[in-house]
DNA sequence: ATAAACCTTGGAGTTTAATCCAAGGTCAAG
DNA sequence: CTTGACCTTGGATTAAACTCCAAGGTTTAT
């Protein structure tokens, strides 16, 4: 059983956090001591950390309330639904991850067209792509500045 | 060129998100029109583009007016540290990418823990999951809820 | 038995990223 | 030459997700 400032610690958020959660219904306290305290048990603490895990991947707490509580109305719900749900949020995952890797190739190429050097930045290629078209650049792979009038590399 | 409406229009935002990125120093256009009338490029349609890729996939504003503001100190400033400041967004990038990849996984075997059927999901392995200690089930890749007693998938 | 370090509640304040509003100027069409 | 769709500015409001505060109760350690 953690006492709230516990739980905060093992995963470096706020107490005030946690009773921001308990709030907006994504985490209870399994129960509380006789003076009032919230105890957290161990099944409180791995439904926080998929939580804060959602979070980090760019959920927002309503999503992940969704997603946690479809099992207010359980009974109701068949599996086809249940998993419905699930693979929803995966198709969205999915779509971000895309994007995502999309980002990356594009800052790679950025990085890539810089020499990296000690001298002056005033003809860099990276600037040259951020401060206009950046599109422009970002799709030549492996262009390595050679247009750096600048320096040498 | 375009006006303000036009280019809010291109990118199916609105003009006011535009006028706030330019309060925020992230997008200025290039000219104004005799009469006031912002008027943006090409340029600024790619810059904007850029943005909201960046944004799209988790930046904050800050984090991008900081990748595209580099240029201000440019003469003052060397290729490697530009390269540096590109390069420390990448890992930034490539680490949200790894939690994501990793979210996916978890989503998709929690997804091939239910049986997708029609019946009640009064003993949804998702919903089990979800519950309790997800990470329990999540470890256990290709599990198709074996453990599922409220019916027959 | 009295600090220090915790906890409680309710409510106010903060940050980010817009989004809306009011009062007015501009421009093309009929 | 007026109507409607657009634009200008400054300032107010919103929503999400915290974060902080005040006034007080609890626990633990000396
Ligand atoms: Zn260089
Ligand atoms: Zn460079
Ligand atoms: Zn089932
Ligand atoms: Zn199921």
Redesign the interface.
């Known amino acids: 059983m953690y006492r709230i400032g516990e739980l905060a610690a093992l995963y470096d958020i706020k107490a005030d956090t946690l009773r921001f959660y308990e709030k907006h219904g994504l985490l209870s306290p399994s129960s509380r001591s006789d003076s009032g305290y919230r105890l957290y048990n ?2 409180d603490s ?2 926080l ?2 939580i804060l ?2 979070k ?3 959920f927002s707490l309503n999503d992940i309330a969704d ?2 509580s ?2 207010v109305d ?11 749900l ?2 929803t ?2 198709e969205q ?2 779509a ?2 895309a ?6 190739t ?3 190429s ?2 890539n067209t ?9 003809h ?1 290629s ?2 040259e792509a ?7 650049i970002i799709a030549k792979k492996e262009q390595h500045h050679f247009s750096h009038s600048g ?1 040498k590399d």
Chains 1, 2 share one sequence.
């Open positions: 161990q099944d791995e439904r950390k998929f895990r959602a980090a991947v760019g997603l946690l479809i099992e359980k009974s109701n719900r068949a599996c086809a639904e249940v998993k419905g699930v693979d949020k995966l995952v999915e971000k991850l994007e995502l890797q999309h980002f990356a594009s800052l790679k950025l990085s810089c020499c990296g050097g000690p001298d002056s930045a005033e860099c990276i600037l951020l401060e206009s078209s950046d599109q422009h320096h």
